[in-house]
């Protein structure tokens, strides 16, 4: 199979997560809350194992060092514009303003997964083990968000079969990210290491402004214990050294 499916069955697979406020249907609210809380960990782990084991040193076999971290530094102060201007709400606990925070999230939402499609283009332009292993930590990064966000839309007003339905369209903008990576890859190869730099500063923002505060907020439902929390970390990244030796 081309690199072409592979990011196209990648980005699709990543916006199929989306489908996962399905299997919740019937589950209350504080039962999704402390499920969620369990993948949180997890997903920390990934991330930051994909950063430090995978995105820098590929990216520092494109450009000098001196380019990659601060391409990475450069990342991580855009997606903080990104969430702090444009309405990147997250919500992981469904606390949000209501009715209008159902807009907010499908927009943000929006924009956020067509980023994640260009993250995944990107990673398997550079390297076929390093798109596979980025696709997997952007999917366990999506788990809990798109939980949370069914909650957000839940909250707003939406009908279940509404809210399934308006999330896995918004989630499609994956692929438009990914089609648009691969068919401009031609100025991205040129770039490839600036370009692996802001993904990097991406996954530690998601990593460290947003999953690592809900590993120290409870909101008075049960979370993990920090033993359990630090296992499931080290759980994500332990993932990641088991998809480098298998890729």
């Not at 596979?132 to 939980?147: C, G, K, N, R």
Request: glycine share 8%; aromatic share 14%.
């Amino acid at each position: 199979m081309s690199i072409f499916w592979w990011i196209i069955s990648a980005a699709l697979l990543e916006s199929a997560v989306s489908l996962v406020g399905r299997l919740f249907v019937f589950w209350s609210e504080e039962r999704i809350k402390k499920f969620t809380h369990h993948f949180i960990g997890f997903a920390v782990g990934a991330l930051l194992g994909v950063v430090f084991l995978d995105l820098f040193p590929e990216a520092l076999d494109f450009a000098s060092s001196e380019a990659v971290f601060a391409s990475a530094l450069v990342g991580f102060i855009l997606f903080f514009l990104l969430e702090r201007f444009l309405f990147w709400y997250h919500c992981h606990d469904g606390v949000c303003p209501v009715h209008t925070a159902g807009y907010l999230v499908l927009v943000g939402d929006a924009i956020h997964n067509f980023i994640d499609g260009v993250i995944i283009a990107v990673a398997f332009l550079a390297d076929f083990r390093l798109g596979v292993l980025s696709a997997v930590a952007v999917i366990f990064h999506e788990l809990p968000q798109e939980v949370s966000d069914f909650i957000v839309l839940l909250h707003s007003g939406f009908e279940r079969g509404k809210a399934l339905l308006y999330n896995f369209l918004i989630a499609l903008a994956t692929v438009l990210g990914a089609l648009f990576a691969f068919f401009i890859r031609g100025s991205i190869e040129n770039i490839l290491g600036v370009a692996l730099g802001l993904v990097a500063g991406n996954f530690l923002y998601i990593a460290a402004a947003d999953l690592i505060p809900e590993l120290h907020h409870s909101d008075g439902h049960q979370t993990a214990t920090p033993f359990v929390q630090v296992l499931l970390i080290l759980l994500g990244v332990g993932a990641i050294l088991l998809g480098k030796s298998i890729f």
